[in-house]
């Protein structure tokens, strides 16, 4: 009887110490988990990034696109006048946005001398008008938008070496070159009390001054 005690006590201590061998061999992690944890922790953290649809659903993380200055979108506010070179017999078209996909809405008149137009904006290579008057007539009044480039504007500087051209619409920019006093130019756009100009292939900027918005007469 003691012999089968202790030969049952010796069996059940090899089944135990085999038990904790089976433990002790699974609790070990497997290699390629431990090569895995080491790319995931050296790479983008893309688990910890939201999909476009969920930002979008969130709110979070999302900037206003902001309008760049004399890009196409932009629109700048202006008080500036010019006057019509268009010499299309057809007219100058007014359209009802700043695109030729848009509707026309009146016609200026290109075969009558002095046609002065009041700007109020900008936008690409686009001017907002809110009247148009020739010596004659009151020509359009409201809210329409024409192709700058088929207005102009004339260099003030009378007695002068002429007017300078800017980089951009500011006094302290850098001057970019000169244009002859008492000559026209070619309007391409305008911010605030600035004009945009075009003259033999110089392409500036022309503070308020150095205008001159009459077709008819020289401004000194």
């Not at 003691?2 to 059940?12: A, F, P, Q, S």
């Not at 002790?24 to 790479?43: I, K, M, R």
């Not at 700043?98 to 904006?121: C, E, K, R, W, Y």
């Not at 290579?125 to 329409?144: H, N, R």
């Amino acid at each position: 009887m003691r012999r089968l005690l202790v030969l049952t006590l010796l069996l059940g201590s090899i089944t135990l110490g085999c038990g904790d061998t089976e433990v002790a061999s699974t609790s070990q992690t497997d290699p390629s988990q431990n090569a895995n944890n080491t790319t995931t922790a050296n790479s983008p953290q893309t688990t910890q990034s939201s999909s476009p649809s969920q930002v979008k659903a969130s709110g979070q993380n999302t900037q206003p696109v902001t309008a760049v200055a004399n890009s196409p979108a932009a629109q700048n506010n202006c008080q500036l006048s010019a006057y019509v070179i268009d010499k299309d017999p057809q007219g100058l078209n007014v359209r009802s946005g700043p695109g030729s996909n848009h509707q026309v809405i009146d016609n200026l008149p290109t075969t009558t001398a002095g046609v002065m137009v009041d700007i109020t904006a900008s936008q690409g290579d686009w001017v907002q008008i809110t009247l148009a008057e020739s010596p004659q007539k009151v020509e359009f009044q409201g809210k329409g938008w024409v192709y700058a480039s088929m207005l102009g504007t004339s260099t003030r500087g009378y007695g002068t070496e002429g007017v300078s051209v800017y980089n951009s619409a500011n006094g302290n920019s850098k001057v970019i070159g000169r244009i002859p006093s008492s000559t026209g130019v070619k309007l391409l756009g305008c911010n605030g009390v600035w004009a945009f100009v075009e003259y033999e292939g110089l392409k500036g900027w022309v503070a308020p001054d150095d205008q001159c918005s009459s077709a008819l007469t020289t401004c000194s």
